[in-house]
């Protein structure tokens, strides 16, 4: 169950986002599904030439505490013949990384980008503003770092033993 302080904070952090991205809409719920949740679509990685999907919901965990989760995808509807690799190499960058991790949904061949943490209510809402920046900075460019490595995987250019051969690694 969402609080006002959730849907209060998500469509303030939607006034803030529609200046840096695009196609950003907030979803508050309905009786079926009431988590709402804030989409948007970042122009940052490769100097803009690739566009990051990004959906950030906030849980309500227990009084005075909600969990904040930002979604990005990364790549949609990988080919299946370069499945196992690329779960190689998603294991093998999360080796390197402490905030958040890269995952795939084997559904819809899907990889992804995924971090949360919990945010205080009771802090002011600028601190929180100025820390989900912060890591917003640092996911796009853990995002961005990793994108050619894993680009290079879905398309089977490249295996897991390659890329630790060549040194291929990602430092957050």
């Known amino acids: 169950m969402s ?3 959730e849907v209060g904070f998500l469509e303030f952090l ?6 840096i991205s695009s196609d ?4 508050l719920g309905d009786e ?4 709402p949740k804030l989409r948007c679509i970042f122009p940052g990685l490769r100097g803009g030439e690739a566009e990051l999907p990004m959906e950030i919901t906030v849980e309500h965990l227990k009084e005075g505490s909600s969990q904040l989760q930002l979604y990005c995808m990364i ?3 990988i080919p299946q013949a370069s499945i196992p690799e690329v779960e190689k190499i998603v294991m093998r960058l999360n080796e390197f990384i402490t905030l958040g991790n890269f995952g795939i949904y084997y559904r819809s061949r899907q990889i992804f980008f995924n971090h949360a943490y919990t945010v205080e209510t ?3 809402t600028e ?3 100025q820390n989900i920046g912060i890591t917003l900075d640092i996911i796009m460019e853990t995002v961005d770092n990793a994108y050619d490595l894993l680009q290079k995987a879905v398309k089977m250019e490249i295996t897991c ?4 051969e060549q040194n291929l690694v990602l430092v957050q």
Request: proline share 0%; aromatic share 6%; no cysteine.
């Open 3 to 5: 609080e006002q302080w």
């Open 14 to 19: 939607e006034v803030i986002l529609r200046e």
């Open 24 to 27: 950003t809409q907030l979803d």
């Open 32 to 35: 079926n599904d009431n988590q």
């Open 75 to 77: 790549f949609d509807s």
């Open 122 to 124: 009771e802090t002011n």
């Open 127 to 129: 601190g929180v503003l």
């Open 161 to 164: 033993a390659e890329a630790v």
